[in-house]
T-cell receptor
Framework: GEEVAQTPKHLVRGEGQKAKLYCAPI?????VFWYQQVLKNEFKFLIS????????ETGMPKERFSAKCLPNSPCSLEIQATKLEDSAVYFC????????????FGDGTRLSIL | AQTVTQSQPEMSVQEAETVTLSCTYD???????LFWYKQPPSRQMILVIR??????QNATENRFSVNFQKAAKSFSLKISDSQLGDAAMYFC????????????FGKGTKLTVNP
């Protein structure tokens, strides 16, 4: 597609439950990025993929967060045993291969942990 | 580590006037890209303008232009003839060329446009 599609738009989970977010990048884009935007508007980089391979995972909390980009499937970000502090908007972005290519963002998934 | 600083948490401008949003960054790299993204209340992230560090000419996109001062590590955004639809959060972002491609964002500036 021509847009980065993120589902669901809003996800509500009780503390301790699992949350799974999905992202379909723009067709033909080789890179996928996940960012977390907390309530103070600050963006935090989580992880990036080049096709199905992890490219940079330096922002990922090691214990509870995991992500995948498998062929012919939407990419996913999964949070196990959610905590109140995981409440945020999670953005997925994709870009084409090439040094000057900008990242195109999806509309985000708002995750609310109660 | 690279950092991006937006020193103006909030700015306001009268409709049809001009406003400048400030951004400074810290990096030891010489090749990189800089971006301004707009985030309206709908929370979409919209690319406004981008600048390659190797280009001396300032980027321009219609009413939006930048003042890129590489030596000073400054990258301000000028919005001319401000419109009500320009009201949004504006984020400055940095990306190192040849690195992990991740964006490093500033904390944002909330722009209000007064009719």
């Amino acid at each position: 597609g021509e847009e980065v599609a993120q589902t669901p738009k809003h996800l509500v989970r009780g503390e301790g439950q699992k949350a799974k977010l999905y992202c379909a990048p723009i067709k033909g884009h080789s890179y996928v990025f996940w960012y977390q935007q907390v309530l103070k508007n600050e963006f935090k980089f989580l992880i990036s993929f080049q096709n199905e391979n992890v490219f940079d995972e330096t922002g990922m909390p090691k214990e509870r967060f995991s992500a995948k980009c498998l062929p012919n499937s939407p990419c996913s970000l999964e949070i196990q045993a959610t905590k109140l502090e995981d409440s945020a908007v999670y953005f997925c972005a994709s870009s084409q291969l090439g040094e000057s290519q900008p990242q195109h963002f999806g509309d985000g998934t708002r995750l609310s942990i109660l | 580590a690279q950092t991006v600083t937006q020193s103006q948490p909030e700015m306001s401008v009268q409709e049809a006037e001009t406003v400048t949003l400030s951004c400074t960054y810290d990096t030891s790299e010489s090749d990189y890209y800089l971006f301004w993204y707009k985030q309206p209340p709908s929370r979409q992230m919209i690319l406004v303008i981008r600048q390659e560090a190797y280009k001396q000419q300032n980027a321009t996109e219609n009413r939006f232009s930048v003042n890129f001062q590489k030596a000073a590590k400054s990258f301000s955004l000028k919005i001319s003839d401000s419109q009500l639809g320009d009201a949004a959060m504006y984020f400055c972002a940095y990306r190192y060329q040849g690195g992990s491609e991740k964006l490093v964002f500033g904390k944002g500036t909330k722009l209000t446009v007064n009719p």
